[in-house]
């Protein structure tokens, strides 16, 4: 292959896992340094890179071009770091062109018809171009004399469609972070409009899965397999603010790559990886999701690629398990969900939704069967999946027994008695009547419901969660029946939760002096604006998943013609604000890459839903056997001592 061919297939995206990870697949040490910042240095004549520790020495005569092609604190989107990638990718693709065919890893392309294949597999003719083709005749109706006006217009709308998606991967590769060479995530927002960096120029855990997804069912592998290893060593690093360190297993919120100078040698320098684990947050706020997102996207990857040999690795199960713990830990709470404090997820600002938030409690459903389906059967691990089981079938009798909400239970709530002090109450968690607000009463339809934002003693959050709902449907936390009942509310109530542009991260926004109260005045989260009723377009990709799930991919092939009407021409904004998604956010970034990814991989897996299965969780028989058991069992017969010689040991 001539190089002017592969410079042709870099350029259109065809060829498949051009950047390569030199990562060892040894075992990794055991010590780790004290130190805050781990160092990897890179010597510039080494051919081979070692995981921990490889220096870039830089000398001065080295010129300026040079060094910023090899570095990765340009983040990729350095015009002259553009130009040396895009020379070692043509490199790289001379010496790969013979072997990639063998590769064995299941590569994923996507061609001009967009079709998916796998391993030259064609698959069915996607949603999407159904509904083109309906689109297409509803259009010619009446234009018989002039078959050729429907022909152009189609065409017109596919090209449009293509060169958005041609768009997202350009600007998706140029959010690329590199690090000792090889690729290791993206940063949050790429905006050239802002001068105000703040921390948008870093990785974020949350905010790249939407990527890693992408990249996954591009086939391109390597940066999920390097942004998982790399983030597993941030695990294990001191942590500390005001003198208090937080539980082993936390995942930091980001990082940043840094080239800072050598110890003992101001003519060199080297890259270091700088964490945030909520120390540097505004409001200081703790990444309780982080590990969650970081097992679904290892569970992901191996089921992508086809690669297991990355979570069968010692310290990959060792991480695993120090989640684990960190999140199975005994505490004061009586309840299995996870008790976090305000702004613990994607909503990080103070919203009022300390306690128990849905969207915690379905990732940490999520994570738990993901972590139960990797963990190795080992003697040393059996009190932990015992303890892990015993954790999935409270949590989700819990979930959908006192989070459901349709018109029945909400009529219910309407007639609940309260102060019932009794092993058999009905109305368990005093919650009283008066606390349905007005809204909800003509909101809720009559066909559909939703699982509630929050539950605590004698407090109910009634709010739309948009992401807590539909991750409980790809997770199977919520049932079937349930499942259903969510998209039927979404299409029922379509012009509230999609509007202009998909999707409201929840419903409704927070008004008048109870916006005061809860938020404390925050003039970013004003109302229908950001965490507060703002839509968020990357949560297209979750929606996505679960209508794909539930057999119902019509609902977001919908949403994505509704945000290809302007999502690009905005320049791929954070968020939107006012109720129908009118405004772009008033302090959204722009070229923010969650929503470019979020859009991207809801393409993706319309135009193949088979795929979605690297992400969809099955409800467990064995599960379902427990819950019913739990329906039925005697309330006044769990409450025996607990057994004080039960240890969970990691």
């Given at each position: 292959m001539g190089t002017s061919e592969v410079v042709l297939q870099v350029l259109s995206g065809a060829a498949p896992r051009l950047l390569s990870s030199d990562i060892g697949s040894g075992f990794l040490d055991s010590t780790f340094s004290s130190r805050f910042l781990l160092k990897c240095t890179k010597k510039r004549a080494s051919r081979y890179k070692q995981l921990f520790k490889c220096s870039n020495i830089v000398q001065n005569h080295i010129g300026v071009s040079r060094y910023m092609g090899l570095c990765s604190d340009s983040f990729g989107y350095n015009e002259v770091n553009k130009v040396q990638r895009l020379i070692c990718k043509c490199q790289k693709a001379e010496s790969l062109s013979g072997t990639i065919a063998a590769d064995g890893n299941g590569t994923w392309f996507v061609d001009n018809a967009k079709t998916l294949n796998l391993n030259g597999v064609t698959k069915k003719p996607n949603i999407l171009e159904f509904e083109n083709v309906q689109q297409f005749e509803q259009e010619n109706k009446g234009l018989a004399s002039n078959g050729s006006v429907g022909t152009v217009r189609d065409t017109t709308s596919k090209t449009s469609v293509d060169s958005i998606e041609d768009e997202a991967w350009d600007l998706l590769r140029d959010s690329m972070v590199y690090y000792c060479g090889s690729p290791i995530g993206t940063i949050a927002a790429n905006d050239p409009t802002s001068s105000n960096v703040l921390n948008y120029d870093q990785v974020f855990i949350r905010d790249f899965i939407p990527s890693g997804i992408a990249f996954l069912l591009k086939g391109e592998y390597d940066i999920v397999r390097n942004f998982i290893l790399h983030t597993l060593q941030l695990q294990s690093w001191e942590k500390t603010m005001d003198c208090h360190s937080p539980g082993q297993g936390l995942m930091p919120a980001s990082f940043k790559v840094r080239t800072v100078p050598l110890d003992g040698d101001d003519c060199a320098t080297e890259e270091v990886l700088d964490p945030d684990f909520g120390e540097a947050a505004i409001g200081r706020v703790a990444p309780v999701d982080s590990g969650l997102w970081w097992i679904i996207l290892l569970r992901a990857y191996g089921k992508c690629s086809g690669d297991l040999s990355v979570q069968e690795r010692i310290d990959v199960q060792t991480g695993i398990k120090m989640i684990l713990r960190l999140c199975l830990a005994d505490g004061f709470d009586m309840f299995p969900t996870l008790l976090v404090t305000d702004g613990p997820c994607m909503i990080d600002r103070r919203m009022g939704i300390h306690g128990h938030p849905l969207e915690i409690q379905a990732l940490f459903y999520s994570a738990l069967l993901s972590a139960r389906?990797?963990?190795?059967?080992?003697?040393?691990?059996?009190?932990?999946?015992?303890?892990?089981?015993?954790?999935?079938?409270?949590?989700?009798?819990?979930?959908?027994?006192?989070?459901?909400?349709?018109?029945?239970?909400?009529?219910?709530?309407?007639?609940?008695?309260?102060?019932?002090?009794?092993?058999?109450?009905?109305?368990?968690?005093?919650?009283?009547?008066?606390?349905?607000?007005?809204?909800?009463?003509?909101?809720?339809?009559?066909?559909?419901?939703?699982?509630?934002?929050?539950?605590?003693?004698?407090?109910?959050?009634?709010?739309?969660?948009?992401?807590?709902n539909l991750w409980s449907v790809v997770s199977s936390l919520a049932t079937t029946d349930q499942s259903h009942a969510i998209l039927d509310l979404i299409e029922t109530k379509w012009s509230d939760l999609v509007a202009d542009m998909p999707l409201k991260i929840c419903y409704p926004a927070l008004e008048g002096q109870e916006w005061q109260i809860i938020?404390?005045?925050?003039?970013?989260?004003?109302?229908?604006?950001?965490?507060?009723?703002?839509?968020?377009?990357?949560?297209?990709?979750?929606?996505?998943?679960?209508?794909?799930?539930?057999?119902?991919?019509?609902?977001?092939?919908?949403?994505?013609?509704?945000?290809?009407?302007?999502?690009?021409?905005?320049?791929?904004?954070?968020?939107?604000?006012?109720?129908?998604?009118?405004?772009?956010?008033?302090?959204?970034?722009?070229?923010?890459?969650?929503?470019?990814?979020?859009?991207?991989?809801?393409?993706?897996?319309?135009?193949?839903?088979?795929?979605?299965?690297?992400?969809?969780?099955?409800?467990?028989?064995?599960?379902?056997?427990?819950?019913?058991?739990?329906?039925?069992?005697?309330?006044?017969?769990?409450?025996?001592?607990?057994?004080?010689?039960?240890?969970?040991?990691?």
């Open positions: 389906e990797m963990l190795a059967p080992e003697d040393g691990s059996a009190d932990l999946i015992r303890a892990l089981n015993n954790r999935l079938v409270a949590l989700s009798f819990h979930i959908r027994e006192y989070y459901w909400i349709d018109m029945r239970k909400l009529n219910e709530i309407y007639r609940y008695k309260t102060e019932e002090y009794s092993y058999d109450a009905v109305n368990k968690f005093n919650i009283y009547p008066d606390q349905i607000p007005p809204w909800l009463v003509e909101w809720m339809p009559n066909k559909g419901g939703y699982l509630i934002g929050n539950l605590q003693p004698a407090h109910m959050d009634f709010r739309f969660f948009s992401l807590g938020t404390g005045s925050d003039p970013k989260n004003t109302p229908w604006s950001y965490h507060n009723g703002g839509s968020w377009p990357t949560l297209l990709w979750q929606l996505t998943v679960a209508c794909i799930k539930m057999n119902r991919p019509e609902i977001a092939a919908k949403a994505v013609q509704v945000a290809e009407k302007r999502i690009a021409r905005d320049k791929w904004p954070e968020y939107y604000d006012t109720k129908r998604a009118r405004f772009i956010g008033k302090q959204s970034r722009l070229f923010q890459t969650w929503s470019i990814a979020g859009y991207l991989v809801a393409k993706l897996l319309l135009a193949d839903p088979s795929a979605a299965k690297i992400l969809i969780t099955e409800e467990d028989s064995e599960l379902v056997n427990a819950f019913s058991c739990m329906i039925s069992a005697n309330p006044r017969r769990k409450r025996g001592r607990k057994n004080p010689n039960k240890t969970y040991i990691v």
